[in-house]
């Protein structure tokens, strides 16, 4: 026994924590809630108490990014932001600062070879979806009664927003039974589509929680669907990391943004875990994005501007040095149009002159994060490879589902809370994606970014509970 495993066996057997496993513990922190988002939020405050217990010995298994340290890199970069006074007093443009946006929307027209394609940046991608829906509220194509539909299980933000703009909330989810994926296959969509008459229709690419995606067959039929049936599409894609492939999608989607009905809500800051500075951004066409302009001046005045530098040049660094280089020099060229409205004293030489050493030091790191994920998806399939209901799926993002046969206790919460208190982990279910029906099968969210010694020890745990 080594002596991670002493110690893990140690707090199961204190005296504190057979006391927070009581009757009456679980009864106070399983009182029954309604939404998907509202038992979210209730594992996240479960994870918050059993973490102090645990003495920091805790592990959020189902954890995003969120939970993992931030790029020393990239918060070197933050820091020379801060150092140079820039980007942090502002009267400047609602949709951003224009050079950043311009850099952003060349690098998704070039991702999908067609002009025309706007980018707004936003105070997170939440606020981006907000947002588009009191955009197409506004200009009268969605009202209340109408409906709303998400395909596949889904993030319980857009059930919470579809509640908020008075949308009746469906899902399309796959079959039942069905064993090689958990999303809907695309006649089951169609048939759902037809039926339903959606005014917004939710994709997840990919999706959360299973790290599924659609093939780009299945993307283009997606598409016309949507535009034979007069629905907008609101494309969530917050949870692709920066090595996954961006472009072969856009390729598909680009025509159906330009034309009006779809946008790509995204997030500058989500896969840098840096997700509390809220930079997230909108890909749109231009009649769309003067509205969101409109809407954004009423609701904030100032937008978020401080960190839009720094991650916009991650986002060139995903497509490689040389794209990253050209986009610095553009940046550089338009430095003073980007710090005009600031005094003349503020030194924003010290942001723009280190640049290329930014490139050269983040580039390689990406690298080291996307190893950490495949290491664990395959720790992962050694250990639970041939205990699941249906296989163990990662093809882009940061999550992966294991499904398996039951829960231990009589509902989700009350497996949650017993497994965050006996054994200091923490996992999001199935009640927190779905919004409609009683399947049988049980599935967790399988976090994938935790450092490898962590997500180890936390399958260790989670088999010891389970099996």
Not at 102 to 116: A, N, R, W
Not at 179 to 206: N, Y
């Amino acid at each position: 026994m080594n002596a991670l495993d002493a110690n893990y066996i140690g707090k199961i057997m204190s005296t504190n924590i057979r006391k927070i496993i009581s009757k009456e513990a679980i009864k106070e922190e399983c009182t029954p809630v309604h939404s998907p988002f509202e038992l979210m939020y209730q594992s996240f405050s479960m994870f918050a108490n059993a973490g102090q217990k645990w003495e920091r010995d805790f592990i959020p298994l189902s954890a995003g990014v969120n939970w993992v340290q931030g790029s020393g890199v990239v918060r070197n970069m933050l820091h020379r932001e801060l150092e140079s006074s820039s980007t942090y007093r502002n009267y400047g443009n609602a949709g951003g600062i224009r050079p950043v946006t311009d850099v952003l929307e060349k690098i998704e027209c070039k991702s999908s070879v067609t002009k025309g394609l706007k980018v707004q940046l936003t105070n997170g991608a939440t606020e981006g979806a907000w947002l588009i829906l009191e955009c197409l509220k506004r200009d009268g194509r969605i009202k209340s009664g109408d409906n709303s539909l998400s395909l596949g299980h889904c993030f319980p933000l857009y059930n919470s927003l579809s509640k908020e703009f008075e949308l009746n909330f469906n899902e399309s989810l796959g079959h039942e039974y069905a064993t090689k994926s958990f999303l809907p296959d695309v006649d089951t969509i169609q048939q759902a589509v037809e039926k339903l008459k959606p005014k917004v229709i939710f994709l997840l690419m990919p999706n959360n929680p299973f790290g599924e995606s659609f093939s780009g067959t299945e993307l283009s039929r997606i598409c016309e669907i949507v535009s034979t049936s007069n629905s907008f599409l609101l494309i969530d894609r917050v949870c692709q990391m920066p090595w996954d492939d961006r472009a072969s999608t856009m390729r598909i989607l680009a025509p159906l943004i330009v034309a009006g009905n779809a946008v790509v809500v995204d997030s500058l800051s989500k896969s840098e875990s840096l997700a509390g500075l809220r930079i997230g951004f909108i890909i749109t066409n231009q009649l769309i994005k003067q509205i969101l302009i409109s809407i954004t001046q009423t609701r904030y005045l100032n937008p978020i501007v401080f960190s839009s530098v720094t991650l916009a040049l991650c986002r060139l660094a995903e497509y490689g040095a040389n794209m990253g280089n050209v986009a610095v020099r553009a940046l550089r060229a338009n430095i003073d149009e980007i710090f005009s409205e600031y005094p003349k004293s503020e030194n924003y030489e010290i942001l723009t002159d280190c640049f290329e050493d930014f490139l050269a030091q983040y580039i390689p790191e990406l690298k080291i994060r996307q190893k950490r994920l495949l290491n664990n998806f395959e720790q992962l399939h050694l250990e639970f490879g041939e205990l699941v209901i249906r296989p163990l799926i990662f093809k882009t993002g940061f999550n992966c589902t294991l499904s398996i046969n039951e829960m231990r206790r009589s509902s989700e919460t009350e497996d949650v809370l017993n497994l965050c208190n006996s054994h200091g982990v923490g996992v999001l279910t199935e009640q927190c994606f779905r919004s409609s029906g009683n399947y049988s099968h049980y599935f967790i969210r399988v976090g994938l970014s935790l450092e490898e010694e962590d997500f180890k020890n936390a399958l260790f745990r989670l088999k010891e509970y389970y099996l």
